[in-house]
């Protein structure tokens, strides 16, 4: 759950590095740190805090800055808390070693390293391969080889750069945590993700489970999980500097929000053509006869990405008439779930890197399960491990509150329903086509609610607990509504379906506990959505209504433009989002990177 990025070439690598980590905070921030090789010397600066800190620590000390060949790092603790001595580079007198990942062997080889009286100097997994390296450079070994024992030896999850003070070349392992290559002309960067190197390359090698690679300058070497040299045919990709920037907008939250028209646009846009075909075929390699007789779906998720599946449940159901279950992954990898004769498993995800969706992913690829994947970032974990993948093309999501990922995966689901019923004969052409005007719908949305959400932020940002309330495909949206308030702004919310509130949670209602109330105008479940308003103003709760109806019954009205019940989640959850960012904003909270809180949860 850490950012890590690397340069060999002949440029400086500071600048490089601290660049590639900013993009990379997202990532985590609890920790930051770089080290530099030049000659025979390797220096390392790091702290407690977020890269700024780094800087300010960087620009204080007498650091040798042309260096050309550099790691660093930005860490979400998992092992020994935030501080400086955890944080990474890890060193030794002859290595510095940046990771992403748990070596979930750590005790037996810190036991095989303390016989050998070799001690750890900090809390944390890491700081064993640096040492383990140590341990075979000073046997004699070279670096390369000495990294090959090194990784041999470890079991988990690891994406790890190392740099050595007597060779001149870095070496990388790669083993369920994601490292890219950039290529450019005499020089190699690395890093965790694409958006920390787009603005030098468009050029990547995606390195799979198991691989080795040597980087020196311009030159790159791979060995594959059986040390098989070996060629990787590098990815173009188009993303532009810009794009993976705030451009702008002062939050990345906000440039995402305003950027979800866009996002469903390009993510349905070459996928359903003008006549109302829906055309999957290509991303699509389980046999359209499997998926003819699908006789259920099992949709497995997290956070945003489960609540997504939540949302798209009853429509899929409607149109394809097949059962659909959505389950939560952490929970579902420790359940033993019945499968049926011909089920699908889809797992959704926007970082395609999070450890309780991978994990359901593999359970049910080994079961025998067809698996398809919905996933945002290219060549992650959970999109190549999948039997097919349908990317939403959202572009980089960098906020930690996810927005755009959200209605890009209602995008997916909705044309997948359409394009498993359009393979049983059914004519969904009308429904497709409708799908094609959603773009606009929710770029309308933004512009008619985000002066009125930010209106209420300011009217509300105070109070400590809300409850979200919504009824059939609005329910989902008020969970949706209740985590986006909950994550950033650290108000206490709770999203519930409407009609379930005089089961409990009424009894919260007071005039300090403001409701959201997310309501079609569609009868009967505004009307009831509106008795629920009753119970909650007879309890002196103050009440703001998100709909396309206004009712007198409520204090404040955020309206939104009118849309087919069916289509209503693209557009009521626009300023539920907006809401969430102006409390926050209010509130003056990080809104982008919350505390507590990483971008990918790659641990379990
Ligand atoms: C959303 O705002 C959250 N930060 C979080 O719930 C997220 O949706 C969840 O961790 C799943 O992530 P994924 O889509 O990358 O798998």
């Avoid at 988990?156 to 190392?162: E, M, W, Y």
């Avoid at 001149?168 to 020089?187: F, Q, R, T, W």
């Avoid at 956070?303 to 008439?321: D, Q, V, W």
């Avoid at 959202?394 to 509150?401: L, T």
């Amino acid at each position: 759950m850490c950012g890590i990025v690397g340069y060999s070439g002949e440029k400086k690598a500071l600048g490089i590095l601290l660049s590639g980590l900013q993009s990379l905070e997202y990532r985590g921030y609890d920790s930051a740190g770089i080290s530099l090789k030049k000659g025979k010397k390797i220096e390392t600066i790091k702290t407690k805090g977020k890269v700024t800190d780094l800087i300010t620590l960087i620009a204080e000390s007498n650091i040798d800055t042309s260096a050309t060949i550099g790691i660093g790092h930005t860490r979400w603790a998992t092992h020994g808390a935030p501080s400086s001595t955890n944080a990474h580079p890890h060193y030794t007198e002859r290595v510095s070693v940046v990771h992403n990942g748990i070596i979930e062997n750590y005790r037996n080889l810190e036991k095989f390293l303390k016989e050998k009286n070799i001690n750890r100097r900090t809390d944390t997994d890491t700081e064993i391969i640096a040492l383990l390296l140590d341990l075979y450079l000073s046997e004699g070994f070279d670096f390369k080889n000495a990294f090959f024992k090194t990784v041999e030896m470890l079991k988990g999850s690891f994406a790890i750069a190392a740099i050595s003070k007597d060779f001149d070349y870095m070496m990388l392992a790669k083993h369920e945590s994601p490292l890219v290559i950039g290529l450019s002309n005499n020089e190699t960067y690395i890093a965790s993700d694409v958006s920390a190197l787009i603005e030098y390359t468009h050029d990547f090698i995606f390195l799979e489970d198991g691989d080795i690679a040597l980087i020196d300058k311009g030159n790159v070497t791979i060995w594959d999980k059986d040390k098989k040299e070996t060629k990787r045919q590098p990815t173009q990709i188009d993303w532009s500097k810009e794009k993976a920037q705030k451009g702008g907008y002062k939050h990345f939250m906000l440039k995402e929000i305003a950027e979800e028209d866009e996002a469903v646009r390009n993510t349905i846009q070459s996928r359903i053509d003008e006549d109302g075909n829906v055309f999957l075929d290509e991303e699509i390699s389980i046999s359209k006869e499997f998926l003819k007789n699908l006789d259920r779906i099992t949709i497995v998720a997290c956070g945003t990405s489960f609540y997504a599946g939540l949302t798209a449940k009853p429509i899929i159901e409607k149109y394809t008439g097949i059962k659909v279950d959505v389950e939560i992954g952490s929970e579902f990898r420790y359940y033993n779930y019945l499968y049926s004769k011909n089920n699908l498993f889809i797992a959704i995800s926007q970082s395609g890197e999070t450890a309780d969706t991978k994990e359901p992913l593999k359970m049910a690829k080994s079961k025998g399960i067809k698996t398809l994947s919905i996933v945002n970032v290219k060549e992650s974990a959970i999109a190549r491990l999948s039997d097919s993948c349908i990317y939403t093309l959202a572009g980089p999501e960098i906020s930690v509150a996810s927005t755009k990922a959200f209605t890009s995966q209602l995008a997916v689901l909705y044309m997948l329903a359409f394009y498993i019923a359009q393979l049983k004969g059914k004519d969904l052409k009308p429904q497709a086509k409708q799908l094609l005007k959603i773009p606009s719908l929710i770029k309308q949305t933004f512009d008619k609610t985000q002066d009125k959400t930010k209106e209420l932020a300011d009217k509300y940002y105070n109070y400590q607990d809300f409850l979200y309330l919504g009824r059939g495909i609005c329910y989902p949206l008020a969970l949706e509504g209740a985590l986006k308030l909950k994550e950033i702004s650290y108000i206490h919310a709770e999203g519930y379906p409407a009609g379930e509130m005089k089961h409990g949670p009424i009894a919260l209602i007071d005039e300090n506990t403001p409701t959201v109330v997310v309501a079609h105008p569609e009868e009967p479940l505004y009307s009831k959505s509106l008795s629920n308003c009753e119970e909650i103003k007879s309890r002196h709760g103050k009440i703001i209504l998100v709909s396309n109806k206004q009712s007198d019954i409520v204090d404040d009205f955020i309206e939104v433009p009118k849309v087919d019940y069916d289509f209503a989640p693209f557009v009521y959850i626009i300023p539920l989002q907006l809401f969430a960012y102006y409390v926050a904003l209010f509130r003056g909270n990080d809104i982008d990177q919350p505390r507590n809180l990483a971008k990918s949860v790659t641990v379990e």
